[in-house]
Nanobody, 116 residues
Framework: QVQIVESGGGLVQPGGSLRLSCAAS????????MGWYRQAPGKQRELVAT???????NYQDSVKGRFTISRDNAKNTAYLQMTMLKPEDTAVYYC??????????WGQGTQVTVSS
């Protein structure tokens, strides 16, 4: 059974930092690309960042220079380090494991609220 579990969300002031974690089980983690997505109230889910099985990364323009995606294959965990947070970063953040022809697996999401 595949499980994708996000953690690390919370309330933070503008300019603050948070690190999200995404723990995966039931998959060969090292062979999957991992992605972080977010969905704000009333908006569509959007891509934030991805990291391939080989470690190549890609970011949405609005988070470049502020967010860093990484992975630890030994721990079957992906991370999203978020710095210089802005109120517009407020959203539910979702993690996805994906590999062509193997399917996509989503977590349940973790809330990030940036507010003073």
């Amino acid at each position: 059974q595949v499980q994708i579990v996000e953690s690390g969300g919370g309330l933070v002031q503008p300019g603050g930092s948070l690190r999200l974690s995404c723990a995966a089980s039931g998959i060969i983690f090292s062979m999957y690309a991992m992605g972080w997505y977010r969905q704000a109230p009333g908006k569509q889910r959007e891509l934030v960042a991805t990291i391939t099985s080989g470690g190549n990364t890609n970011y949405q323009d609005s988070v470049k220079g502020r967010f860093t995606i990484s992975r630890d294959n030994a721990k079957n965990t992906a991370y999203l380090q978020m710095t210089m947070l802005k109120p517009e970063d407020t959203a539910v953040y979702y993690c996805k494991a994906f590999r062509k022809s193997w399917g996509d697996y989503w977590g349940q999401g973790t809330q990030v609220t940036v507010s003073s």
